[in-house]
């Protein structure tokens, strides 16, 4: 079975500044994808970054981060320099590597940028 | 760029009554799944799909819910006889084939607000 946990029901971070969202995650899979998802106030879930199990270098796309530590089993979100757009719920979630496989949410982080 | 499109986006419903919710999913992925999320909650896994027959179900996936691909480009879901606790968001994802890489990322509609009364 696959579990994610995510520590941090609430964040608050100043805009323009860096913010780190933590995960952790517990599978006994050799093989997996871990991702991130945004679901902002009005409920869409939008995806952000994802990192493969064998990925040897963190992910990266624009203002996003994954800072992938695999023998720690953790998979933390960082957001550089935060805008107030980025204020949402964040989802981290994993799932087992294969076509069909289901994704295994966390409970999320609720992450507010203060102007 | 390409998206998961839902209809329709709040369906308010009577408790007993049938309800199918709507779903076009990217146009090459293969895999097509359900998933809710009641109210201030994490997301839960229902259904996934694949070559015109479930490939896995949750628990919470029982008699009252099924699936179907009626066409090239639908994906439905249908609760039989909806109950109080259906109430949620429900989400329709899609992903790409397998062997385009290990783990494809599922890309998500914005899902069908259902409020049953």
């Known amino acids: 079975a696959q579990k994610i946990t995510q520590t941090q029901p609430g964040m608050f971070v100043q805009e323009k500044e860096a913010v780190t969202l933590d995960c952790t995650y517990d599978?006994?899979?050799?093989?997996?994808?871990l991702f991130w998802y945004k679901q902002p106030s009005s409920g869409e879930m939008i995806f952000l970054i994802y990192?493969?199990?064998?990925?040897?270098q963190n992910a990266t796309e624009g203002r996003y981060s994954l800072n992938f530590q695999k023998a720690r089993k953790s998979a933390n979100l960082v957001i550089s320099a935060s805008q107030l757009g980025d204020s949402a719920m964040y989802f981290c979630?994993?799932?087992?590597?294969?076509?069909?496989?289901?994704?295994?949410f966390g409970t999320g982080t609720k992450l507010q940028v203060i102007p | 760029e390409p998206e998961v499109t839902q209809t329709p986006s709040h369906q308010v419903t009577q408790m007993g009554q049938e309800v199918i919710l709507r779903c076009v999913p990217i146009?090459?992925?293969?895999?097509f799944y359900w998933y809710r999320q009641i109210l201030g909650q994490k997301v839960e896994f229902l259904v996934s799909?694949?070559?015109?027959?479930?490939?896995?179900k949750s628990e919470i996936f029982d008699d009252q819910f099924s699936v179907e691909r009626p066409d090239g480009s639908n994906f439905t879901l249908k609760i039989r006889s909806t109950k109080l606790e259906d109430s949620a968001m429900y989400f329709c994802?899609?992903?790409?084939?397998?062997?385009?890489?290990?783990?494809?990322?599922?890309?998500f509609g914005d899902g069908t607000r259902l409020s049953i009364l």
């Open positions: 994802a899609s992903s790409e084939p397998a062997d385009r890489g290990d783990s494809q990322p599922q890309h």
């Open positions: 599978t006994s899979d050799p093989s997996y994808g």
């Open positions: 990192q493969g199990s064998y990925d040897q």
């Open positions: 979630a994993m799932k087992r590597s294969g076509g069909y496989q289901k994704v295994t």
């Open positions: 146009s090459n992925h293969l895999y």
């Open positions: 799909f694949y070559n015109n027959e479930i490939s896995e």
